[in-house]
């Protein structure tokens, strides 16, 4: 006979395995098993009730034990916090280029039919979207509970309060030499999005009446939440779409808000292994056509400028002017001499460091 497990845990294990192999088994047969007393078999039985595990009492004789519905189907053990891990895992798939997208959609309704009630409705509260971003970044994690605090006001459509840390710019008293002090905000929460290896939640801004992004990691849920509200549909009506315009700096147009045209002195397979998502054209041997975007001018003016190749700007104005900024502003770092007065140009919707969220 096989050595039973002697942890509890183990011991639940085996017994779910037992239940779901036939359907009736006697209290005594159960007990030989798993070589403990009946009295053992009878505390693990409410144990797995009290997880949500639908186990029925069979009368007879000698008495036994049934499980319900999901008897058919693998039995799953999880804590809340593996379930809510499994379900971000599989609805965030999609951002691995992978193309199991479709499976794991399959997957996790499968692993579903099986969770108990508590954590199903746990699970079906939970609702990403992942955005394709700049890779992973270290950095802060979310903390879980906070994610289904903020899951859960999203699915019941309910205003949500919460404090908000938002981080200094540099060179400003609280650029962390202090920290700086939460604002408190009240938002009608739109949707989870995962993007860079970061969270962020979605909301519109009653305060300010706008739509904003805030980071997860600096948020501090207040309770309770507020009333229910109607939910409004997210600028271009496609949520991934606008958080990627919104890290791009743009107002929730698809496209960046600076876009300029330069030509290279690099073969155009070169350029295309690190254009992103601009448009090279071949014009040589050595030399190709770069169509690309950013979040502002000089910020595509310094991106260009990491290319060792001759640069001819074919234009905007903007970006001509950008490049002659940078050009001085480099001239002075090497210690030449002091450059005039700077024209600055147009913003464009651009801004002199990349966006972030507030």
Known sequence: ???????????????????????????????????VSPRTVRRDVDRLRELGYPIAAVKGPD??????????????????????????????????????????????????????????????????????????????RADPRVLMALSAAVH????????????????????????????QRRVEPHHLVTRGGRWYL?????????????????????????PRFTPREVPGGEVGAFVAARFRGGDGSADWPCRGEVILGLPGAVVSAYARDGVVEELGPDRCRLVLGAWSWPGLAAWLGQFDAAIEVVGPAELKDAFALLARRVTAGAGGPPPPA???????????????PP
């Open 202 to 226: 979605v909301a519109w801004d009653l305060d300010r009446d706008d739509w904003r992004v805030f980071r997860v990691d600096r948020i501090v849920p207040r309770t309770p939440t507020g």
């Open 63 to 140: 008495g036994g034990y049934r499980l319900g519905a999901g008897a058919r189907l693998p039995p799953l053990l999880f804590d809340d916090e593996q379930a809510v891990a499994l379900a971000v895992a599989l609805q965030t798939v999609a951002a691995s280029g992978a193309g199991v997208e479709e499976a794991a959609a399959r997957a996790l309704n499968t692993v579903r039919q099986v969770m108990p009630a508590r954590l199903r409705h746990r699970v079906d509260a939970l609702r990403v979207t992942a955005v394709e971003g700049t890779g992973s970044r270290p950095g802060p």
């Open 342 to 356: 700077p024209r600055a140009p147009p913003p464009a919707g651009g801004r002199g460091a990349p966006p972030r």
């Open 156 to 183: 019941a459509r309910e205003v949500l309060r919460f404090g908000h840390t938002r981080v200094a710019p540099p060179g400003t008293p609280d650029d962390g030499v202090g920290a700086p002090a939460p604002t």
């Open 1 to 35: 006979m096989d050595v039973m497990p002697t942890t509890t845990s183990g011991r639940l294990l085996s017994l779910l395995s037992l239940l779901q192999a036939r359907r009736d088994w006697p209290g005594a047969l159960l007990a030989e098993r798993l070589e």
